[in-house]
Each structure stands twice: as structure tokens, then as C-alpha cells.
């Protein structure tokens, strides 16, 4: 009993109990791999944050592992991640006032905060507002932290002393600042990300800044970088994390409150995207509400070993899936390695250069920067390119916590512009007697004597006198009389809102007075339950309930007829008296 609890809770330790030796050779061949990848990004992207990189390494272990037992993805490698980074700084540099010990302490407590926030998230499966990160909104987004990171590794691949963390500060500052350029670190630094981009387009599959890395330590120490004026990382301390406690105003930490908010719903829409893309890729389901849990906990787990807030690790999901990853047994196996050079091997990374550090930065940013798909934005989509374009410069001039939520706030009020003022169609029937919309492009007739109607949107309170206003308006711009207005009700009566069914039943009266019939085409038993429950008229004196707009079609046509009949009967009763008369 114990152990099926456990298991509802981690569903990822029954595949653990239950291993297949079959897989072992496998996982750990992607294990190996997996780390060779995630040791020099971890790394790496504690430069972003201005604390120690050994920091890197505690944010990957204990994450890993949690993740192999809440997780129900097979292939995801969870880690630090270059865009979760960037917020982290964005917040906690100006905060700390340069103290990377306060930065240490606020990137726990932020990383904490975020873990939680996905907890409650997962507790009421929220994982739908991840959505308010849309593909335009993160295009911008993935854009603004790119330039991002490009600039604040200025000055570790020029040589030069610290520029500020402000984009549009330290733009500003580094013309006057390029006196300072240190010849030999940046050639380092061109070299590297030479070599990076040279293992990305002829070798891919291999751990190129593992190699660069690796390669640049060696060359550190041989020769001496540091004497020579290449500045290098330094002593990093050794084993397990300490934990060290600053004094410093605790009213700070009420300043993450909203930042690690934001942060959460940026991990949480990068995170689902990888998830369900791998999960597609390889034909099975994952749980998403059990990932948004188990997000949750990674990040509880890496705050509680000292780490960083970390989230799905693209690439290094990609290189598991590639080298053939069967379960989550790689992330276990990519652990013990990370752990093993952080007991054994941290002495060595003391020689990495911060030149080199700076080249896999920029590389790694180079894979979020695309102009092209903002560029196929403003061909399909203009909408979508300005919202992109809009977070794209907001992240740059404002900063990355309030550029995203000045994105988030234009994303929506676009979203209630398109409620409030949707598009709409008038629908005709083809050759084949196939309702279809008219437009200027085709040859679609209108039904004569009809008027068939598409609102493209859900009708609800702020809408529904937009939506009367339309229906009058067409009416009148009629070149020939009406009879009929049929409404397609499935794409637009969605839930019993009182207010639209109190306008619908106005509008049917307006109708009738105006000597035309109002049809309601599509959910008829619901829109029937709706309007008894508003205690408002059915037919004849409100609107008449058809299941879809054929039958609306055939009951017209079968009232047309029906008329025709009862006139010629008409004709021929007022023939036959007035003959009558005649011969009387």
C-alpha cells in the first residue's frame, strides 16, 4: 500500500523498480553524453548571475535525480537554462548591489519561490496559463535575451572591466570603454566561438563546448593565462555546497515576489513546449499536470542544494534523445558524473577562461536569435510580428522581468480586442448545396430571402451588443429584402451567459417586428435549457432552436414552400368566387 502511494506521488520510480537491463547500455552511453554537455553550460551560465560556477554544478545534480522520480518524460534532461538565467540576473544583480554572496542568497530564495509557485500552479492544474506566453511573445522574448547575454559577455571577450548590467547603460558605455580591449583575450574568445560554430555545422552530435572548454583549460594552465592578463575564473572551493547566510534587509526578498512569478511562467511555457514536443516525437503521453509538479519540486531541489532555478534543458534533451536514451536512468547517470567531477575535478576548472566562457555564452545565445522568424511574421501574421517586435524592444529598453510583463499585458488586451471586435461571415451554399463562406475570391451565392451568419468568437457580455449591432447593419446593407437571419450558434454559444440570452431574445423581438424569423442553428437542446433558465420565450416569440444550419436551410425552404402552396390555393378559392359571382 506504502509503495503504490509512493508511486502515485513519483510515478517515475516504478520505472525505476522496474528496469530493464536491456536499457542499461544505452542510458548510460546518453548519461555520459548528456554531461559532456551540461558540465561546461552549467558553468557558463553562472557567469550570466556573477556567482561562483561551481554553483552551476549544484544546480544540476539533486534536480536530475528528483526529476527521474516525479517526472513522466522519458527523454527530458532537466538543467540550467540560459533564459531562466538571464531573468534570475536581471533581478538579482541590481538587488545585491554587486555582493555575490546577497546574489547567491537571492537566486535561492527566488529559485524556491519559483518552485512553489509551480506547486500551487500543478495543485490547480493551471499549466493553461503557461499559454499566456504565446509563440509571438516568446519569439520577442527568446530575441531580447539573446541580444542580452551577447552584450553583457562584452566584456569578458574584449578584456574590458565590468559594464554595467543594463542593456542600453552598458551599449553606451562600452565605445568609451574599447580603450581597454585586451588583444590576446579576444582572440581567444573569436577562436572559441570560432571553433564552436565550426562543430556545429560539420560535427553536431559532438560535445563541442565540452572540447572547447576542456581545451582552453589546458591552455590556461600551460601557459599561464593569468600572468599573461586573460582573466580566468579562479578558485571555486571544492565537494559539497556550504551554505553561507549574509546579513542583509529582508524586506529584499519581498521584491522577488513578482519576478520569480514571472519567471515561473516563462519555465513553465519553455518547459511544456519540450516536454510535449519529445513526447510527440517518440509516441507516448506525459502527464502534464504532473510535469507542472514535478517542475515544482526540481526547483525546491535545486534551491535546497544551493543552486539556481533551473527548468527543460533543450539541447541536452536533444543530445539524450540522439545517443538513444531509453528512460530517466540517463539523468541519474548524468548526475553521478556531474557529482564526480564536482568532488574529484573542481581544481582544474579554476584555469577556465573567461574568454571562453564568454564565446559559449554568445554561442549558446545564437541558438534563441532568429531575425528570419520574425521576419515570416510580418509575411503572415502582422498582429503576431508587432506583439513579437514589441517584447523583442521591451526586454532591451525595460529589462526582462518588466518587458515580459509589458508583453504579457499587450498579448492579452490583443486578445480582448479580438473578443470584442471579432471578425465574422456571412456563409451561401455552393453548386453542391455546401454551406460555405462567401468572400470576393470565390462564387458563393447568398440564400435569397436569407441572411447566414458566422461571429468568430464566443458570445459573452462585453461582445453581445457588437454582435446585435452587426445583425442590424447587415440587414440594412441587404440589396433585396429578408426573411430569414440564420445564425451559426456552435461557433458562438458557448456557456449560459444571462446577458446574451437576454439580448438574443431582444433581438428575435426586434427581428419580428422588422416581419423577419431568427434562427439559432446549432446546439438547440443547450441553448433551450439557457433560455428557460433566464425564464425566457422559445418560439413564437423568441427565436426558433434548429440542430444545425442544413435543417435551418430545409425549414426555410419548407416554409417557403409550404407559403407558395397556401398562395396558389388562395389564388384558386379567389378564381373560383369571382367565377361564381359571374355566372350568379
Not at 150 to 165: C, W
Not at 370 to 375: H, Q
Amino acid at each position: 500500500m506504502l509503495l503504490h502511494k509512493l508511486i502515485g506521488w513519483m510515478p517515475g520510480l516504478n520505472d525505476l523498480i522496474h528496469y530493464k537491463k536491456a536499457f542499461i547500455k544505452d542510458d548510460i552511453v546518453a548519461g555520459l553524453s548528456v554531461s559532456a554537455v551540461a558540465l561546461p553550460v552549467a558553468i557558463a551560465y553562472t557567469q550570466l548571475m556573477g556567482i561562483n560556477p561551481v554553483i552551476g554544478l549544484y544546480a544540476c545534480i539533486l534536480p536530475m535525480i528528483v526529476y527521474a522520480l516525479f517526472g513522466t518524460s522519458r527523454q527530458l534532461i532537466v538543467g540550467p537554462d540560459v533564459a531562466t538565467c538571464a531573468v534570475i540576473a536581471s533581478v538579482t544583480m541590481p538587488l545585491a548591489m554587486g555582493n555575490s554572496d546577497v546574489i547567491w542568497e537571492l537566486t535561492i530564495i527566488m529559485t524556491i519561490m519559483t518552485g512553489l509557485w509551480c506547486l500551487l500552479a500543478g495543485y490547480f492544474r493551471l499549466a493553461i496559463f503557461a499559454e499566456f506566453l504565446s509563440q509571438p511573445i516568446l519569439t520577442g522574448l527568446f530575441n531580447g535575451v539573446a541580444v542580452t547575454i551577447v552584450a553583457s559577455q562584452m566584456s569578458n571577450i574584449f578584456g574590458l572591466t565590468p559594464l554595467p548590467t543594463n542593456f542600453i547603460a552598458s551599449v553606451l558605455a562600452l565605445p568609451g570603454k574599447i580603450v581597454e580591449l585586451h588583444g590576446i583575450t579576444l582572440a581567444l574568445a573569436l577562436s572559441s566561438l570560432a571553433i564552436l560554430l565550426l562543430f556545429k555545422k560539420f560535427r553536431p552530435t559532438w560535445p563541442s563546448t565540452l572540447i572547447v572548454m576542456v581545451l582552453g583549460t589546458v591552455l590556461s594552465g600551460f601557459f599561464d593565462f593569468h600572468a599573461a592578463g586573460i582573466a580566468i575564473i579562479g578558485d571555486i572551493g571544492t565537494g559539497l555546497p556550504h551554505i553561507h547566510t549574509p546579513y542583509f534587509d529582508f524586506l529584499l526578498y519581498k521584491e522577488l515576489l513578482i519576478p520569480s512569478l514571472n519567471l515561473t511562467v516563462i519555465s513553465i511555457a519553455s518547459y511544456m513546449m519540450t516536454v510535449r514536443s519529445f513526447a510527440e516525437k517518440n509516441h507516448y503521453e506525459v502527464d502534464i499536470d504532473q510535469e507542472l509538479r514535478a517542475l515544482g519540486y526540481i526547483n525546491i531541489a535545486a534551491g535546497i542544494s544551493q543552486g539556481f532555478a533551473v527548468s527543460a534543458a533543450t539541447s541536452r534533451t536533444a543530445v539524450n534523445d540522439a545517443n538513444g536514451g531509453k528512460t530517466q536512468m540517463v539523468s541519474v547517470v548524468a548526475a553521478l558524473m556531474i557529482a564526480l567531477v564536482l568532488f574529484f575535478l573542481t581544481q582544474y576548472l579554476s584555469f577556465i577562461p573567461l574568454a571562453v566562457l564568454g564565446a559559449v555564452l554568445v554561442f549558446s545565445a545564437t541558438s534563441m536569435f532568429s531575425l528570419s522568424t520574425l521576419y515570416a511574421m510580418r509575411k503572415t501574421n502582422r498582429a503576431d510580428f508587432i506583439l513579437a517586435s514589441f517584447t523583442f524592444l521591451a526586454v532591451l529598453v525595460v529589462g526582462l522581468v518588466n518587458g515580459i510583463g509589458f508583453a504579457i499585458l499587450v498579448g492579452l488586451l490583443q486578445f480582448l480586442h479580438t473578443v470584442f471586435r471579432p471578425t465574422d461571415l456571412l456563409l451561401g451554399l455552393d453548386d453542391g448545396g455546401v454551406v460555405r463562406s462567401m468572400r470576393a475570391d470565390n462564387d458563393i451565392k447568398p440564400i435569397p430571402g436569407a441572411l447566414l451568419y458566422r461571429f468568430n468568437s464566443p458570445l459573452t457580455y462585453f461582445n453581445i451588443s457588437y454582435f446585435k449591432k452587426r445583425i442590424h447593419q447587415l440587414i440594412d446593407d441587404s440589396p433585396t429584402p429578408l426573411q430569414w437571419v440564420i445564425i451559426d450558434a456552435a461557433s458562438s454559444f458557448t456557456y449560459n451567459d444571462s446577458t446574451v440570452m437576454k439580448y438574443i431574445s431582444e433581438l428575435a423581438n426586434e427581428l419580428k417586428n422588422r416581419e423577419i424569423k431568427l434562427i439559432l442553428a446549432g446546439r438547440s437542446s443547450e441553448l433551450r435549457s439557457w433560455l428557460l433558465k433566464n425564464q425566457l420565450a422559445l418560439y413564437p416569440k423568441g427565436p426558433i432552436l434548429v440542430p444545425d444550419l442544413y435543417f435551418a436551410i430545409g425549414l426555410m425552404q419548407s416554409y417557403r414552400e409550404q407559403n407558395e402552396i397556401n398562395e396558389q390555393t388562395l389564388a384558386l378559392d379567389s378564381a373560383v368566387a369571382h367565377r361564381t359571382s359571374q355566372l350568379n
